[in-house]
């Protein structure tokens, strides 16, 4: 069952009862959406290094792109860029990203839309593979910032690269930014700081706490003149609760803060924990959200 603001009884009773959190995400799965379809055509994933940073220096870190089977080079593609690339890259997984993109697009359901999945940098050598052994060391920098850092990054450095190869559009609102815990509250970020370049988001579990001053943005929010971007927010009452903060009271309170100040967003409040279990379960809907209205858009 998922719970949107405001926040009921029962969502604060699932809060502080962590057995009943972990039982009901077993009840999450995934639709035919996120399974490859018959007749469809299907896009083409290719990995990448890169280790030029001026902005993180002393950085390496892997990259994969993902080109629909629609894209010929005729026009420019939709883009959108993933944080923790790896977790949606492959066909298995919570978000298993290529084959739903496959099918959304092929169902008219997204545009034709080039996916750029980026992880974190690494100081020194990177590690034989993608993944989280070793943690990225430079992952907390990047994502949690409160900064415009991460986006010139990507403006200025690495899209400059992928650009080289595949024609994509500068229509900020064609542009969409994702990403799952800290790299949620990076995707954020982006699109705060950079909304001439993006204005759409999906943070999965968002670190909207104090890990590096996230814990200001629903006041930086309230205070600030709407920025036209459209926000999606998914979080779970088993989230995590630490000496950072509580994961899902500041999701509450990003959510909010931006129904104060009528922003254009969604809310999906499940029973789970910091995992990507709900999220990925209802990825292609909430990229249906994200897109709506697609067609009304120039390349």
């Known amino acids: ?74 026009k420019p593609a939709a883009l959108m860029v993933f944080q923790d690339g790896h977790t949606f890259q492959g066909p298995g997984g919570d978000f298993r990203l290529p084959t739903v993109f496959d099918n959304l697009i092929a169902a008219g359901d997204m545009p034709v839309t080039i996916a750029v999945m980026v992880d974190p940098g690494h100081k020194g050598e990177l590690p034989p593979k993608r993944g989280w052994k070793p943690t990225p060391s430079n992952r907390a920098f990047e994502y949690d910032t409160v900064s415009g850092d991460y986006a010139e990054f990507l403006l200025t450095e690495l899209l400059p690269v992928v650009e080289e190869q595949y024609k994509i559009t500068d229509n900020p609102d064609l542009r969409a930014i994702c990403g799952n815990s800290s790299g949620g509250i990076c995707a954020f970020s982006v699109a705060w700081f950079r909304p001439d370049s993006f204005r759409k988001v999906m943070s999965h579990i968002g670190s909207f706490v104090n890990i590096r001053g996230g814990h200001h943005y629903p006041a930086m929010i309230r205070k600030t003149d709407p920025k036209p971007i459209r926000v999606f927010l998914q979080d779970g009452s088993g989230d995590l609760d630490n000496s950072h903060g509580n994961w899902p009271l500041a999701n509450q309170q990003m959510a909010a803060a931006l129904a104060f100040q009528e922003y254009d967003y969604k809310f999906v409040y499940g029973e789970g924990g910091h995992n990507g279990k709900h999220g990925g379960s209802i990825f292609p809907d909430s990229l249906r959200w994200l897109w709506r209205g697609w067609k009304e858009l120039t390349p």
């Open 1 to 74: 069952m998922w719970l949107c603001l405001p926040l009921t009884a029962l969502a604060l009773l699932l809060a502080f009862q962590p057995s009943r959190i972990f039982a009901a995400e077993e009840n999450y799965t995934w639709s035919a959406d996120s399974s490859p379809q018959e007749g469809v055509p299907r896009g083409k994933v290719t990995q990448y290094e890169f280790s030029n940073s001026k902005i993180f220096e002393g950085t390496r870190r892997r990259y994969s792109v993902y080109v629909p089977a629609q894209y010929d080079g005729s």
